[in-house]
């Protein structure tokens, strides 16, 4: 079965570093996303991607956060300049499309914790 | 606007008895639902989807969950708790076509031999 998949599972990085994760989403799906968890917290909304831009972000995702899709197959999500805040659980989804029943599914990936010292 | 509120944050059960994890949600239009279930150091796995065909839906490793209009709620249920059932589990909501998800605190769940 297809499943997304994200590299690094754990990256540790210094404070002001930046930072890129990446994911590679189910083939066939067309809308991307990150997410991300503090630990002890609830799963968040980072942003959304959808033919190759910014389809919709959340309040969290300001300015040193971006996105990209470099080729046919990765999504990755950029840090600039990375805080001790940053440190959480940063999650990978695809799907079809979000607005039909059959497909809207989201799918995760597995994660990279994030740590920054 | 859309939430969603687990209304427990964990669940002690015995291996063997049933498992009940509470789920409300709130939305302006009716919703797309979801569990989803994560291992210690493991990603979100899909466990069941409500997408307003049948209101009872079966999942996998035996869950599933009912969607009640009149409770706005979808509560999962399992007949029969075994210690791999162990995980945190997320009901989550998507509705209104809306791109971003919402999930709930989450549930964590307890299985004692």
């Known amino acids: 079965e297809p499943e997304v998949t994200q590299t690094p599972s754990h990256q540790v990085t210094q404070m002001g570093q930046e930072v890129i994760l990446r994911c590679v989403p189910i083939?066939?799906?067309?809308?991307f996303y990150w997410y991300r968890q503090i630990l002890g917290q609830k799963v968040e909304f980072l942003v959304s991607?959808?033919?190759?831009?910014?389809?919709?972000k959340s309040e969290i995702f300001d300015d040193q956060f971006s996105v990209e899709r470099p080729d046919g197959s990765n999504f990755t999500l950029k840090i600039r300049s990375t805080k001790l805040e940053d440190s959480a659980m940063y999650f990978c989804?695809?799907?079809?499309?979000?607005?039909?029943?059959?497909?809207?599914?989201?799918?995760f990936g597995p994660g990279t914790r994030l740590t920054v010292l | 606007a859309q939430s969603v509120t687990q209304l427990d944050s964990h669940v002690s059960v015995s291996e063997g008895t049933p498992v009940l994890l509470r789920c409300n949600y709130s939305s302006s239009y009716s919703p797309s639902l979801f569990w989803y279930v994560q291992h210690p150091n493991k990603g979100l796995q899909l466990l069941l989807k409500?997408?307003?065909?049948?209101?009872l839906v079966k999942g996998i490793n035996g869950f599933e969950a009912e969607f009640k209009k009149s409770e706005t709620s979808f509560h999962l249920t399992k007949p029969s708790a075994h210690m791999s059932d162990a995980a945190e589990y997320f009901c989550v909501a998507n509705s209104g076509g809306y791109q971003k998800v919402t999930f709930g605190t989450g549930t964590k769940l307890q299985v004692i031999p």
């Open positions: 409500y997408t307003s065909a049948a209101t």
């Open positions: 991607f959808y033919n190759n831009e910014i389809s919709e």
């Open positions: 083939s066939n799906h067309l809308y």
């Open positions: 989804a695809s799907n079809y499309s979000p607005g039909l029943a059959g497909t809207d599914t989201q799918y």
